[in-house]
């Protein structure tokens, strides 16, 4: 088994690790209700939480099966299995990966674009966790200057900000593509008044597909 592992690749290890790493979290997200359940010796209504399930899951499953076929190809396989394993992905793990790779000038089918990706994604998972950790900490002091009316729209405006420069970035290196899906989408969430940030889930794969449609039909006609 050591002699097998000493001869995988780059990415050989990267998916073998990924696997496990991405098994042992299943197993530790699952064991956290059956032992609170044991424990507190409060097991819940199967036949609710079926119909519950029943009624919810199938969403979720939808958006999660879009979101690999999303993710995975802006991310390189390293930085999908660590962005699915630490979550917060498209606020978080996939501008700071865009941007990382795009500051190198690499690409994620490249190795050196899987490499500048997970590493970029790993450092934000943890400046997000000492983040985190020190706003716990701090939480009670910085109340009053977090609470205060002044910096709401500085606070309401830290995503657009941060997705308004990644857009700038990568709309002037493919502005005929970036052209249309940037109309569609304006228009979809401007028209239609269902649309917000709860449904960014599924709206990101629907503009992936378009994005896609659209240059494949400008590339041929030979525009790009």
Known sequence: ??????????????????????????????????????LFGAAPDFKALLAAMIAILPMYWAVGLVEVFTFVPMLGAGGAYLSFVTGNISNLKLPCALDAMSRADVKPSDEE?????????????????????????LIIPLTPLLENPALAPAFDMILPALFGGLAVAFVSKNIKIAIAPMILMLALFIFVPALNEGTVGIMVPVGVIFTVIVAR?????GKI
């Open 1 to 38: 088994m050591r002699k097998q592992k000493e001869k995988m690749t780059y990415l050989e290890s990267v998916h073998y690790y990924g696997r496990v790493w991405g098994f042992a979290l299943c197993a530790v997200v699952l064991a956290v209700p059956f032992v609170v359940a044991l």
């Open 113 to 137: 674009g899987e490499i500048v990706s997970t590493i970029a994604i790993a450092t934000s998972s943890i400046v997000t966790t000492l983040i985190i950790f020190l706003g716990v900490l």
């Open 217 to 221: 039909i400008l590339y041929k006609k």
